[in-house]
C-alpha cells in the first residue's frame, strides 16, 4: 500500500472483520482504517507473516502530510460509557515486523493516549484516559503546546513540570519564559485563562473542543490559529 491507500478490513459496516496476507507492506502515507469496540474489547485485524513499515526520511525537509503508515481508528463506545473503555485491543497476529511501529500515526482518538504494542507475535493499541487537571504555562523546554510531549507546563496542585493533557485547564500568566505560543498539533483544553500584562501570541496548529477562553489583565492576546 503507497501513499493515501487506504486499508479497510470489512468496511464501514461490518463489525470487528479481518483482512490475512503473507505480506502486509505499508509504506508511508498508506492509511488502514479499523474500528475498536470498548464492547467485549474487540476490533478490526491485520494479519500477517511480515509486516513491513516504511518511514520516509526527507534530506531537505517538507515532503507531504504524513512520513510513515497511518492507522486511523474509529472508537465505538460501550452502552452508556463516556469514551471507549481503557485496556488494551488486539489488531492482528503478525509474524515478524520490519521496521519500528512506533512510527505509525494513530489518528482518530484525540482525547485518550494511545500506542502500539508488538508482544508474542500479536499487534496491540493500547489505549488510556487522560487524567486532566490544572496547569499553568511556563514554556521553559520550548514554545510549543503539544498533547502529552513536551513538559511546558506546571501542575496548579503540585508545582511540578507536566505535560498539556486533554480537558486540562489552561492559564497563562506573566511567569512565563516564552510568550510566543506554537500550537504544535490539536489541543482540546477544557478552559483556557490568560491573566497577564504582558504580550501573548498563539500561532499554529488549531484549539478545538468546547473550551472556554476567559481575558483578564493589561496585556494583549493574539491568536492567529483556528
Not at 460501550?78 to 488486539?90: L, T
Not at 503478525?94 to 507475535?121: H, R
Not at 513538559?151 to 497563562?172: C, I, M, Q, R, Y
Request: a negative charge; charged letters at 20%; glycine letters at 12%.
Amino acid at each position: 500500500a503507497d501513499y493515501g491507500a487506504v486499508i479497510r478490513p470489512g468496511g464501514a459496516d461490518a463489525k470487528a472483520s479481518s483482512l490475512t496476507a503473507d505480506s502486509l507492506i505499508l509504506n508511508f502515507g498508506a492509511i488502514c482504517e479499523l474500528d475498536i469496540y470498548g464492547e467485549g474489547f474487540a476490533a478490526d485485524q491485520l494479519n500477517a507473516s511480515v509486516l513491513q513499515i516504511e518511514k520516509k526520511v526527507w534530506p531537505n525537509g517538507g515532503g507531504p502530510e504524513y512520513d510513515s503508515p497511518v492507522f486511523r481508528i474509529k472508537a465505538h463506545k460501550a452502552d452508556d460509557a463516556k469514551s471507549i473503555a481503557d485496556g488494551r485491543y488486539c489488531l492482528g497476529t503478525i509474524g515478524k515486523v520490519e521496521g519500528d511501529i512506533a512510527n505509525i500515526v494513530i489518528e482518530g482518538m484525540p482525547n485518550q493516549k494511545t500506542s502500539l504494542l508488538y508482544e508474542d507475535g500479536k499487534l496491540y493499541l493500547n489505549v488510556q484516559n487522560y487524567e486532566a487537571a490544572p496547569m499553568t504555562w511556563v514554556g521553559d523546554k520550548s514554545n510549543k503546546w503539544n498533547l502529552d510531549n513536551e513538559d511546558n507546563f506546571l501542575s496548579n496542585d503540585t508545582g511540578e513540570a507536566v505535560k498539556f493533557v486533554t480537558g486540562s485547564n489552561v492559564t497563562f500568566n506573566d511567569n512565563a519564559t516564552s510568550y510566543a505560543v506554537t500550537v504544535d498539533g490539536n489541543v482540546s483544553p477544557g478552559s483556557i485563562t490568560f491573566s497577564n500584562t504582558k504580550a501573548y501570541t498563539l500561532t499554529g496548529d488549531s484549539i478545538v473542543g468546547n473550551g472556554t477562553i476567559t481575558k483578564s489583565g493589561t496585556g494583549t492576546v493574539t491568536i492567529s490559529n483556528v
